[in-house]
Structure formats: structure tokens, C-alpha cells
């Protein structure tokens, strides 16, 4: 079992910068692939960036070239660094761990309870 806390997120304006945590505990970190998901009111929870156990990263199209993830296993955490916010980014933002990478949110095994990031224009 791995539990997930994120925390971080907020109210800020277009063009600002946030970074997310996400505090791991459980099982053995390092042997997880972490990720982000985000879901907008009315929307369907969409896949933000991953990293592997490796330390691979991948990312959303949405968010290629503003957002960047990184994992410091240890401290148990992943992070997410969201520059030049949009308001379309505005979601509540989950963190997800799983055996393998994924890109698709069936294929996560562990959620945590989200964090809301509200961007204003």
C-alpha cells in the first residue's frame, strides 16, 4: 500500500509559477513510477507528466515546455514545477504511483487526495 499527500497548490494569476508536492509513504518509493493527473469541473481526468523509478519524464502536450516533474526518492517526494500558468490549467491536481510508467489513469494503482490549482486571468 503507498499513500500519496499532495500539497502546494493555490490561486494565482496567468503567468505565474507553482510547484506541487507529493509525499510518499508505504512502500519503497524508489520502486514506483509516479505521475500527475488533472481533472477540470465537467471534465475528464487528464494525464499531466510522469516519471519513471529511472527518472524518465514524459508529459501531456498541454503542458510540454511549462511544466516540469522530478522525484527525490530520499525524501519520498515528486514534484511538479508549473510555469506560465494558464487559466486552462486551473483543475484539482492528483498524484499518482504505479508499478510501471503510465500515461492512462486505469493504469495507476495509488491516488492521492488532490490539491486545487485556480488560475485567474
Known amino acids: 500500500q503507498v499513500q500519496l499527500v499532495e500539497s502546494g497548490g493555490g490561486l494565482v494569476q496567468a503567468g505565474d509559477s507553482l510547484r506541487l508536492s507529493c509525499a510518499a509513504s508505504?512502500?519503497?518509493?524508489?520502486?514506483?513510477?509516479m505521475g500527475w493527473f488533472r481533472q477540470a469541473p465537467g471534465k475528464e481526468r487528464e494525464f499531466v507528466s510522469g516519471?519513471?523509478?529511472?527518472?524518465?519524464?514524459y508529459y501531456g502536450d498541454s503542458v510540454k515546455g511549462r511544466f516540469t516533474i522530478s522525484r527525490d526518492n530520499a525524501k519520498n517526494t515528486v514534484y511538479l514545477q508549473m510555469n506560465s500558468l494558464k487559466p486552462e490549467d486551473t483543475a484539482v491536481y492528483y498524484c499518482?504511483?504505479?508499478?510501471?510508467?503510465?500515461?492512462?489513469?486505469?493504469?495507476?494503482?495509488?491516488w492521492g487526495q488532490g490539491t486545487q490549482v485556480t488560475v485567474s486571468s
Open positions: 508505504g512502500r519503497t518509493f524508489s520502486n514506483y513510477a
Open positions: 516519471i519513471s523509478w529511472r527518472g524518465n519524464t
Open positions: 499518482a504511483a504505479g508499478s510501471s510508467p503510465f500515461t492512462r489513469a486505469s493504469l495507476a494503482g495509488y
